[in-house]
């Protein structure tokens, strides 16, 4: 249907170098709805399995629109990375050297691209930045001049398309052919119009296919937007509803989220978008729900054309001009229905109380940064969903709707009582007052009996919870993450379908309340207390909670565990780091024997209920010799140990026998000497800081097995040497695909690798057949590397080098020396690998 021949064009666009390494822009342009983006998605899904990293980043034009160019930088980077730990102003740097297949779509803006890909030169060898916008003048702007544009289809093609939508098959059935032809040839080959109509058919009769055409018949003179209206037209009621309330509300957010918000409007979600998407009227992206931009045009015009001289007539307002008129001149009435109004805090707005008086229907209002100087007068009895984001009152308004409200969000608000005394709020699910930092104590809950959800993150001033929150049976969801002035001394209370609980950061705390419920056999996650820093334990029957698979309480002052831990079967991922207070004996399963006692940290001599766990972080927790004892291969399935910041000099021997440990942490071990026997499973051992430790003969001692990926032994010294590891797949893959090569050249200064550092003198190890003191260093590869059949372990390159340690010794400034490493060949860039050195 055109596709693959719009593909193969694109290819011949991309390759048509003297080489085929340069880095390729091209441009994919036509009207709205003509399928570029489908084209695109096409390519990427063809070429995509030629490119490690790669990123098809949709919706330009409506993120950059929504969350700004920063948002898009930050997608793109962790798209392509994996990472969130990067900044928008490295996008040339990161990209410098990868071989990188990126797909921009809907670009509409000259600045987006000068954001996410601004020249080639921001890129490696053989990378191809694909955009597809509906200006031409954009690409050229940009120098993009290969550029390719998407033709309406063919009548053929159209008829394929429209016969696989209406009929499942690629050609209509008989009686409807003339018909298909007729629809087809409205559509003017435009994809979009093709899908939505075919959708709208599909399962009609012969009676009603003639009827529709006999209506479209009648707009013959009109745009492409009469074709998708047939399909509007269509909808029942309520499917209308949520489409107009998706186009101007919804487009773009999560559809769980929504979903909450129809079901409190009174509609059926499920139905409804299931309904949208098998007409192709709305989309699934992720998790969000997406809509071309024509079909939320049409939306829009659907809802001008309510009144096109009267705001307040209309049912739904989402443009900031039109809504700041409506509400300061007071043009509302019982048409509307929804407001949106989303103010930049620069921008922020002042109305007077009874702007919202008129507006008796109004049943969603999503506002922010509007001052009130004199209050609110009135709010519509019919709300079933406010937003107003930095609420600028200490109280909700005396007529504040109670009846049908399902969903309150005042994150970042100037309340201090949400409500005082009894208030019936039976509908009521949602309450979110994130970041409200005047909120002093919570309100009674006695009315609310169906609430769901309870959100009090970052309410540093709340004191005190009101004790009927013991009530919510309901209760799924309720976070007081880093409420910071929290103390409860007695909390003993009954959820019994409660799912998340989390009191991190809740440093006043000091006992965990009691949960009680059925639903706490079901809990897979608890980590809802670190960072408590005063709290000392936790309720005893933790034990209760037997699907629990992941325990972290770290940061906080617990000195040892209740009994009932040992009924954690499936416990996988146990945290413990940085427990604050000096630890008395058995910090874990004080019901079994120790090892030894002792002021410090200990474990039991049995570890059999650990035998489930995967990951266990004991670092920082001032361990000393014979802390940890020497049973510890009993937690058979341990594949991460972290030991760091503890004050042993050796590790026990069992470690040794741990069969499955990949991962061994023991950065800033500044005490331990010596590393036994490691398992053959190791993987990575990262011992930064480890100033002790100890070399036999200032040779290596690099802990790695046959089947070794990464080994990472670090010491500080001024004089830094550095021993590169290419793991073992990396390299095999990389002998696999460049087999025919016959020499590999190596250049100096490095940008970065994992390294290992030991004590010698200026001698490079003799085991290192091929040396150089320039800058760089070419290596003749013997017949032997080129044997496609012959496994091969890796190899190692080893760097010499003096650090001028210039550097401000305040103790309040950190240095790091970063070394990026990047192994190119002819076929292109290759992959970028780092190293930090910490100077000591």
Not at 209 to 229: C, G, P, T, V, Y
Not at 721 to 749: D, G, K, M
Request: hydrophobic share 40%; charged share 25%; with cysteine.
């Amino acid at each position: 249907m055109g596709i693959d021949f719009g593909v193969e064009e694109i290819m011949n666009l991309c390759s048509a170098t003297d080489q085929g390494n340069d880095v390729v822009f091209v441009g994919i342009w036509g009207m709205g709805g003509v399928g570029k983006t489908t084209l695109a998605q096409a390519f990427y899904d063809k070429i995509s399995d030629q490119f490690r990293d790669k990123c098809f980043l949709k919706n330009v034009r409506e993120i950059s629109r929504r969350d700004g160019i920063v948002a898009l930088t930050k997608d793109l980077l962790y798209n392509v990375l994996k990472r969130m730990d990067v900044y928008d102003s490295e996008i040339r740097h990161r990209f410098r050297r990868k071989k990188v297949l990126i797909i921009l779509d809907d670009v509409d803006k000259l600045e987006q691209l000068q954001a996410l890909a601004g020249s080639n030169n921001w890129f490696g060898r053989g990378s191809r930045i694909i955009i597809t916008t509906r200006d031409k003048q954009l690409l050229i702007a940009h120098h993009v001049d290969r550029c390719y544009k998407v033709k309406e289809l063919k009548s053929d093609d159209g008829l394929k398309l429209f016969s696989w939508k209406a009929f499942q098959n690629d050609q209509p059935p008989k009686d409807f052919i003339e018909l298909s032809h007729n629809f087809v040839n409205y559509s003017k080959g435009l994809p979009l119009a093709i899908e939505v109509l075919g959708s709208f058919l599909c399962g009609q009769s012969l009676q009603e296919w003639e009827s529709a055409f006999s209506r479209i018949q009648e707009n013959l003179h009109k745009d492409i937007m009469s074709a998708l209206r047939i399909s509007f037209d269509g909808l029942h009621e309520k499917e209308k509803q949520i489409f107009l309330d998706i186009a101007c509300f919804f487009k773009g957010q999560d559809r769980d989220e929504v979903t909450i918000l129809l079901e409190a409007f009174g509609f059926d979600p499920i139905i409804g978008i299931s309904a949208l998407i098998r007409k192709s009227l709305i989309t699934i992206v992720g998790s969000k729900l997406w809509m071309h931009d024509l079909l939320q045009e049409m939306g829009w015009e659907l809802v001008r054309g309510e009144c096109h001289n009267e705001l307040g007539n209309r049912s739904r307002l989402w443009q900031p001009a039109d809504v700041l008129d409506l509400l300061k001149n007071h043009k509302g009435s019982d048409a509307v229905q929804g407001i949106v109004l989303s103010l930049p805090q620069e921008q922020k707005k002042e109305l007077k109380r009874e702007a919202l008086s008129n507006m008796k229907k109004l049943r969603f209002l999503k506002i922010s940064n509007v001052v009130l100087p004199l209050g609110l007068d009135y709010l519509s009895t019919e709300l079933r969903a406010l937003e107003w984001h930095g609420y600028p009152s200490k109280l909700l308004p005396r007529a504040f709707p109670s009846e049908k409200l399902v969903h309150l969000n005042l994150c970042g608000s100037h309340i201090k009582h949400l409500w005082k005394g009894f208030k019936c709020l039976d509908k009521l699910k949602s309450i979110d007052l994130k970041d409200s930092a005047s909120l002093i104590e919570t309100p009674d809950f006695t009315g609310v009996p169906n609430l769901e959800r309870l959100t009090l993150e970052g309410c540093t001033k709340l004191s005190k919870v009101h004790p009927s929150i013991s009530n919510l049976r309901r209760l799924r969801l309720l976070n007081m993450k880093n409420c910071k002035s929290l103390r409860i001394t007695s909390w003993d209370i009954s959820l019994e379908s409660l799912e998340i609980f989390n009191l991190s950061g809740c440093a006043r705390l000091k006992r965990f309340p009691e949960i009680v419920g059925e639903n706490l056999f079901r809990w897979e996650c608890y980590r809802g207390i670190t960072s408590c820093s005063n709290l000392i334990e936790i309720p005893e029957n933790i034990g209760n909670v037997e699907c629990l698979e992941e325990l972290d309480i770290s940061r906080t002052a617990i000195r040892q565990m209740p009994s009932s831990i040992v009924y954690l079967k499936n416990l996988k991922e146990l945290s413990w780091s940085r427990c604050s207070g000096q630890v008395s004996t058995s910090l874990l399963f004080p019901c079994l024997p120790e090892v030894c006692a002792g002021p410090n940290f200990l474990l039991p001599a049995s570890l059999s209920p650990f035998s489930s766990l995967v990951s266990l972080n004991l670092s920082y927790c001032n361990l000393i010799d014979g802390a940890l004892p020497n049973y510890m291969d009993r937690m058979s399935s341990l594949m991460q140990l972290n030991l760091g910041g503890n004050n042993f000099t050796s590790i026990p021997e069992s470690i040794s026998r741990l069969s499955k440990l990949v991962s061994l942490y023991l950065r800033g071990c500044i005490l331990l000497q010596s590393l036994r026997e490691l398992p053959l499973s190791i993987k990575l051992v990262s011992a930064f800081g480890c100033m002790s430790l100890k070399s036999d003969s200032d040779q290596y001692e690099v802990y790695c097995s046959k089947y070794e990926n990464q080994v990472l032994i670090h010491k500080r010294t001024t004089s830094t040497r550095f021993c590169l590891l290419i793991t073992n797949s990396q390299f095999a893959a990389w002998l696999n695909r460049y087999h025919e090569v016959n020499e590999v050249e190596i250049s100096l200064p490095v940008r970065t690798a994992y390294g290992l550092s030991h004590r010698t003198h200026g001698n490079i190890p003799y085991w290192f057949n091929n040396r150089s003191s320039n800058f760089s260093i070419t290596i003749p590869l013997s017949e032997d590397l080129t044997n496609k059949s012959r496994l091969w372990m890796g190899c190692a390159f080893y760097v010499d080098l003096e650090v001028n340690e210039n550097f401000d010794s305040s103790p309040y400034f950190k240095v790091r020396h970063k070394f990026d490493c990047c192994f190119d060949t002819m076929e292109g860039p290759g992959d970028t690998q780092t190293l930090y050195h910490e100077p000591g």
